[in-house]
């Protein structure tokens, strides 16, 4: 029991990981002129990076900054919700509200990329390049889709065995 408790607590600290450098990191799109994400666009030239600025984008990208940073919240509590139900749940109960936060965490993120998946040409159509392809953070996003999903069904099955 030790050690599958152990594998969750690594499992949920390399979601969070995950979910942070999607959420900050500047690589969501990228091509051979700049490279950029929801928050700012960099020249790879090393210029000075600009802010995205969401009236250009409409209503879209502030959803996807949003969603983010809600996955990110919700993954972070579900983690203490987490730690809190080990020592505080009678034995035999199911770690529901962990698990509850962290499906609404994969749920976050899921809007956020599919958001951003489809309304891609739209936030590059102005870039020097409009070609390009989707950066690292765009792909970790989604493998943390997989994780929190993941993990929140491991909360809701998972029942304190002390």
């Not at 999607?22 to 802010?51: E, L």
Request: proline share 1%; charged share 10%; aromatic share 14%.
């Amino acid at each position: 029991m030790l050690v599958l408790l152990g594998f969750i607590l690594v499992f949920h600290i390399a979601t969070a990981a995950l979910l942070f450098i999607a959420t900050i990191d500047n690589a969501w799109w990228k091509n051979d002129m700049v490279s950029t994400d929801i928050w700012m666009t960099c020249p790879n030239n090393g210029s000075q990076c600009d802010n995205v600025y969401v009236e250009n984008y409409g209503d879209c990208i502030k959803a996807i900054q949003a969603t983010m940073c809600l996955s990110v919240i919700f993954c972070c509590i579900s983690f203490i919700v987490f730690v809190v139900q080990l020592f505080r749940l009678q034995k035999g109960q199911r770690f529901y509200i962990a698990g509850t936060l962290q499906l609404l965490s994969s749920l976050c993120v899921m809007i956020a990329a599919s958001i951003y998946t489809n309304q891609q040409e739209n936030f590059h159509g102005h870039l020097p390049i409009v070609t390009g392809n989707y950066g690292y953070s765009y792909i970790l996003a989604w493998i943390a889709f997989a994780f929190t999903l993941i993990s929140g069904v491991m909360y809701i099955v998972l029942r304190k065995r002390k």
